[in-house]
C-alpha cells in the first residue's frame, strides 16, 4: 500500500519530487493506462482517486495516482473518512496514491492520522525563511552539487542573496552557469556570477537594515523596490518579523549578561552561532524597548494587509513609524 503525502510552500521543490516519483513509478510506454491525476475542483476527487488507485497497474511499471492540492489534511467529510479507511490498507502493491497539499496537515484530524499511519513517505518541502541566511546559502551549494556546479565560497553567498528562497529562480541560474561554465573545471568566481546573475530585487532584510538604522528614505527606496518587482506585500511584513523577533531576541539575552555565543545562538533560534557577533553589533544603538515597540507595529500592519488594506500605502506609513522608532523619535509602548 505506497501512500505517499507531500506538502509545504515550496512548489518548485515539491514539482521535482513529483516528476522524480513519476519516472521512477512509471514505464514510459504504459504511461497513458497507468497515470492519473485529479484537480481539487473534480467532483469527488477523492473518491475518484481512491477507486483508480485499487486499479492493477496495466503492463510494465506500476500505477501513479496523484490528488492534487487536496485538503484531506485540513478537513474530510465522514464518507471519504470512511473510504479511505476502508481503502488505503489494501492498495495493490504496484500502485502509488500521492496526495499533496500547500497546506500543513491538521494533526488533530482522523485522516491525517490515518495517512500517517499507513504513508511510506510523509514529507514536508518548506521554504526557507528569508532571514536566515546561513540556510539558504547551505541551500544554494547543495542545489549547486546537484546540477553539477563548482561555486567559490564567496560566490554562493552572492547567488544566495540574489535568488533568496526562490527555489525555482535558484535552479534557473544555477543551469544557466553551468551552460556558461561547461567547459571550465575551476570553481565560478564572484565576478562571472554577478555579470550572469542579476539581483533584480531588493532584499527584504535590506528593508529590515534601513529601518533599523533608522534611514527612512533608504527603507522607503527599498520598499519600492520591492513591490515594483511583484514581492508580495505579506512575505515582506514576514520576514520583517522574523528578523525584528531575532534582534530582540539578541539584544535581551545579551543585555541579561549572557556572553556564550551558543546559548544565545539557542535563544534567538539562530542556527550558526558565529552570527551573533554580527548580530549584537547591529543591534548595539538600538533599546530592547525600541526593538519590542516595533512588534505590535509589525502585527498591526500583517493584520491590515491581511484584511485587504491599500498594500502600498499601509506598508509605506508603518515603515516610517518603524523608522521614527528606530531613530529614537517614536512613541513606545
Not at 22 to 32: F, N
Not at 293 to 316: D, F, H, N, R, W
Request: proline letters at 5%; charged letters at 20%; one cysteine or more.
Amino acid at each position: 500500500m505506497p501512500v505517499l503525502v507531500y506538502w509545504g510552500e515550496d512548489d518548485f521543490a515539491m514539482e521535482k519530487a513529483v516528476n522524480s516519483l513519476r519516472d521512477r513509478i512509471l514505464d514510459p510506454l504504459w504511461t497513458d493506462f497507468n497515470y492519473s491525476y485529479f484537480a481539487p475542483d473534480q467532483s469527488d476527487a477523492a473518491i475518484s482517486a481512491l477507486n483508480q488507485a485499487m486499479t492493477p497497474a496495466f503492463g510494465a511499471g506500476g500505477r501513479l495516482v496523484w490528488l492534487m492540492n487536496t485538503n484531506l489534511c485540513q478537513q474530510c467529510p465522514e464518507n471519504v473518512l470512511a473510504e479511505l479507511t476502508r481503502t488505503l490498507p489494501v492498495i495493490p502493491e504496484n500502485s502509488y496514491l500521492l496526495l499533496t497539499s500547500r497546506n500543513k496537515p491538521d494533526e488533530r484530524l482522523k485522516s491525517t492520522k490515518l495517512l500517517k499511519q499507513v504513508a511510506t513517505e510523509f514529507r514536508e518541502f518548506s521554504l526557507i525563511p528569508p532571514w536566515k541566511t546561513e540556510l539558504i546559502v547551505q541551500a544554494v551549494q547543495q542545489a549547486a552539487q546537484t546540477v553539477g556546479v563548482q561555486l567559490a565560497p564567496k560566490t554562493a553567498e552572492l547567488l544566495a542573496e540574489a535568488v533568496g528562497n526562490d527555489t525555482r529562480l535558484l535552479y534557473n541560474e544555477l543551469e544557466k552557469l553551468r551552460l556558461y561554465h561547461l567547459d571550465s573545471k575551476k570553481p565560478l568566481d564572484v565576478e562571472t556570477v554577478s555579470k550572469l546573475v542579476r539581483n533584480t530585487t531588493q532584499n527584504s532584510l535590506q528593508l529590515a537594515a534601513a529601518i533599523r538604522t533608522g534611514d527612512t528614505g533608504k527603507a522607503l527606496t527599498v520598499l519600492t523596490d520591492l513591490l515594483n518587482a511583484a514581492e508580495p506585500g505579506l512575505r515582506i511584513v514576514a520576514t520583517l518579523i522574523g528578523q525584528f523577533r531575532t534582534w530582540l531576541w539578541v539584544k535581551i539575552v545579551t543585555d541579561s549578561g549572557e556572553r556564550n555565543p551558543q546559548a544565545i545562538a539557542q535563544a534567538a533560534d539562530v542556527s550558526n552561532p558565529k552570527r551573533i557577533y554580527f548580530l549584537q553589533q547591529e543591534v548595539k544603538f538600538l533599546s530592547v524597548q525600541q526593538l519590542i515597540s516595533c512588534l505590535p507595529l509589525l502585527l498591526e500592519l500583517e493584520v491590515s494587509l491581511k484584511q485587504g488594506s491599500a498594500e502600498i500605502s499601509t506598508l509605506q506609513t508603518k515603515v516610517i513609524e518603524l523608522c521614527q522608532i528606530c531613530k529614537g523619535n517614536g512613541k513606545y509602548i
